[in-house]
Structures are given as C-alpha cells and as structure tokens.
C-alpha cells in the first residue's frame, strides 16, 4: 500500500537507534523507499551502520545532558511516589511531605463522594457548584465552587486510585514513551469506587447528548486574546448560565502545575464589542488596507532581489545533503581506530552544525512564504471586505471570527486594559494614524 516514506531527515524516523534500523529493513524488505528531505538515505550495510551510530550518538548527548532533577523525579515514581510540586491541591486528601503520597481528608472526601452522586442523579456541574457555595462548602484553596472544578473533580481518575503523572489533563500526550507518563496505584488510595466512577462518566455522557445546546456559546474572539498579566490564553467561561466571560487559562491548576495567575474574569461582550469596534473602523477604510499591504509586499520584494533568496535555499539544500558525505568519513576513522568518544562527540559537532544550517533554510523559507503569503493576502482582504464591509453592522460571528483571523488579531486583554494588535499593525491598528490616513486618502 505504500510506496514511499519521506521524513524530514533521517533521526526523525524513530528515537531509538535499534528501531531505527529494524525499519531501515523491514521498509526494504517490503519494496518501501525511504527518503529524507535534508539528506541522502543510503541504504547499503555501511549507510545502515553510519544511521544506527549516528542516533547512538544524539541519543547519548539527549542522555548525558538530562538533568539530576529528571532522574531524581524518574526514581521516585518507579517507587510509586509522587515528585513534589504536583498533586499537593487535589481535594479530598491531604499531601504528605515526607512520604510523597496523599492520604484522604475525611471532611472533602465526604464531599466528593456527594459530588460524584450528584452528578450520577443528573444535576449540572453548574447547580452542584451553586448547591455547595449554598452551603458555604469552600474549595481546597478556600473560594468560591465553579463548574469548571466540579467537572475537573469528576473526571479525575486519582478519586479512583489512579494517579497519572506526566499526563496533561485529560489529552493523551503524543509521546506515549514510557518515560512520559505513569499510572501509579498506590499514591492515591480511592475514595470514590470504579462502579460510582464510571456512572458519572456516563451521566456526563448522557447530559451533554441532551443538551448540545449547552455548548453553544459563542466566544468568536477565542483564540486571539491573551491574558494581560501572564500571557496564557484566554478561553471562554460561562457563568450563571448566560454571563459570557473570558478567564484565563493561567487561573486554574492543571495536572502538571499549579495555577500562575489570579486574573479576574472579563465580561465577553464589554471586550468583544470594543475589539470588534476597533476592527470595523480598520475594514472601513478598505482603501488604506489595501495601500499597506501593496507597500509591504514592495518592500519585502526590495530586500530580496528576485532569485537571490531561491538561490540561496538551493545552496543550503545542497549542503545539506552534504552531510552525509562528513558521517561516512567519520566511520572510516572509526574503523582506522579513533576512539569512539572522540568520534561520538565529533558526529554530534556535525550534528549541531548541521542543525544550525537547516535552521536558517527554515527561516529563508519562511521568508519566501511571507512573501506568498502578502501576494495572497492582498486579493484575499479584496474579497473578504466585498463580502463583510457592505453590512459591517449585521456580521455574524463566522465573518468577525474571519476578520480577524485575516487581520493576524492578537488582543492582549485584563478586566481594565485591552491592547489590540494586528498584521497590519502599527500603522493600521493605532487608532490615530488610521484616522489621520483615512482623512488622507479621501482627499
Ligand atoms: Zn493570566
């Protein structure tokens, strides 16, 4: 079924050395060519040798500048102990220092329990939050309940006796090697059992099936607003059932850390409103866009005379492919004798500097793509002001959200400040000279 591979070069085929070569061979048994972009794959008995030494060696330095603190934390989760720094906020237990386990706290872990249940009876993880803030019920850090903690307690598996480490919440990580990750049985007894569990996995199931509404909130500005005050992102948060806000990601504690900020909420339509304000006085002025964008790709041009930068990217491919040529010399010097450290440390010196090179042809490429890119863009912003800039006051969130994915948006936003910057900024998105150039332009 398949009749080539093509990596990127060739350490990205497998990590490991030995599995490196197994798949050199079994890609050849099977007729499969293999083909890296930065070099020459060369499939004889040496070219096979030079690959496995090669990712001996890049594994060798990965291994050698590996920190204590990493093994440290690696011993003490083999011996099925936490490292410290995660898992001491986790209601229901309390966080045992010396022991590096969690033992419950009879008072939260009766909450628990009662949350698991109300969630199995079909209340929301909204009305359960109002429900134990009813009750003055504090939280670990002693605030107020949110839905949000509600659905993180009943989707944690360490209420089961499941701890995992290493894994961020809820996604698997792409890297399932198992140095990343690890189920530990014994650091969090359960206080809740695997039967109550998986009920109230199912009755989250069950309630999101019937009310898909739920998750119909908008928040067109996703994506392109970041928190004034630590930079996470902001996502969308919906209180008391119909205040849309922002909050940022920073405020709540993942798996790995603790949280890093304590921004406030910021009210979705106060912010969505001034930024989209902002963007429809740039899209009014179609003409002064337009003009910015011409001047650009002018300017861009100028910098690389036409075919320089392609030369440039074939002399680096060229080069690249180069490489291959030092690491066989290298192995004829191990076969003369050298001493392999000397040869390890000269093979991972190719490497660095081969890594430098195709840095830089990234870099060139990248710049070849802006140029593209500004040649696009320009009939892309014609066509997207003909659709939106005749009804600029009745735009649906789908043709805001478009707007400002075409305007490189990047709102930068606290409860009191919001700093809006774009593609074409400063010059379009600085309220004054836009005021000051459309004057301009029209006469
Ligand atoms: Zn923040």
Redesign the pocket.
């Known amino acids: 079924m398949i009749d080539r591979i093509v990596v990127y070069s060739l350490d990205r085929l497998s990590r490991d050395p030995v599995h490196g070569v197994i798949l050199m061979q079994e890609l050849e048994k099977h007729g499969v060519l293999l083909e890296a972009a930065t070099e020459t794959v060369d499939n004889s008995e040496v070219g096979k040798l030079v690959f496995y030494i090669k990712g001996y060696a890049a594994k060798l330095d990965a291994e050698r500048r590996r920190d204590a603190t990493g093994r440290g934390k690696k011993e003490l989760l083999k011996n099925g102990k936490l490292p410290q720094g995660t898992g001491i906020g986790i209601y229901g237990y309390h966080w045992i220092k010396e022991h590096k386990k969690r033992v419950p706290l009879e008072r939260e872990a009766k909450v628990v329990k009662r949350i698991f249940e109300m969630v199995i009876a079909g209340n929301s993880c909204f009305k359960i939050a109002n429900i134990l803030n009813s009750e003055s019920i504090p939280t670990k850090s002693g605030k107020k309940w949110e839905a949000r903690t509600i659905a993180r307690i009943v989707s944690n598996t360490a209420y089961m006796g499941i701890t995992y480490f290493g894994k961020t919440s809820g996604k698997e990580r792409k890297d399932n090697s198992k140095e990343s990750w690890y189920a530990l049985t014994d650091v969090t007894p359960a206080i809740i059992s695997k039967e109550l569990f998986n009920s109230a996995q199912e009755a989250i199931a069950r309630s999101k099936e019937l009310n898909p509404g739920k998750a119909k909130h908008e928040y067109p500005l996703t994506g392109f607003l970041v ?1 004034g ?4 992102p902001l996502v969308g948060s919906c209180l008391r059932k119909d205040y849309r806000y922002y909050h ?1 990601r ?2 709540y504690s993942t798996v790995n850390r603790e949280k890093i ?1 304590d ?1 406030k909420y910021i009210k979705a339509e106060w912010i969505e409103n001034i930024v989209w304000e902002k963007v429809k006085e740039v899209l009014s002025h179609p003409d002064v866009l337009l003009a910015e964008v011409r001047n650009r790709k002018d300017t861009e041009q100028d910098q690389y005379s036409s075919g320089a930068l392609d030369q440039e990217i074939k002399t680096l491919t060229r080069k690249l492919k180069g490489y291959a040529g030092q690491e066989r010399r290298l192995m004829k010097a191990f076969k003369l004798g050298f001493t392999p450290d000397i040869i390890l440390d000269e093979m991972n010196e190719t490497k660095k500097e081969k890594e430098a090179d195709q840095t830089r042809l990234a870099s060139l490429i990248q710049t070849k793509e802006n140029i593209l890119k500004l040649e696009d863009y320009e009939e892309k912003l014609k066509e997207l002001c003909a659709r939106i800039v005749p009804d600029l006051d009745n735009c649906t969130n789908e043709d805001k959200k478009d707007a400002y994915k075409y305007l490189d948006l990047k709102v930068t936003a606290t409860p009191e400040a919001i700093d809006i910057k774009g593609y074409l900024d400063p010059t379009v998105f600085d309220a004054q000279s836009c005021v000051r150039m459309a004057s301009h332009s029209s006469g």
Not at 229 to 232: D, L
């Open positions: 928190c005050k630590c930079g996470s940022c920073g405020t900020c921004a």
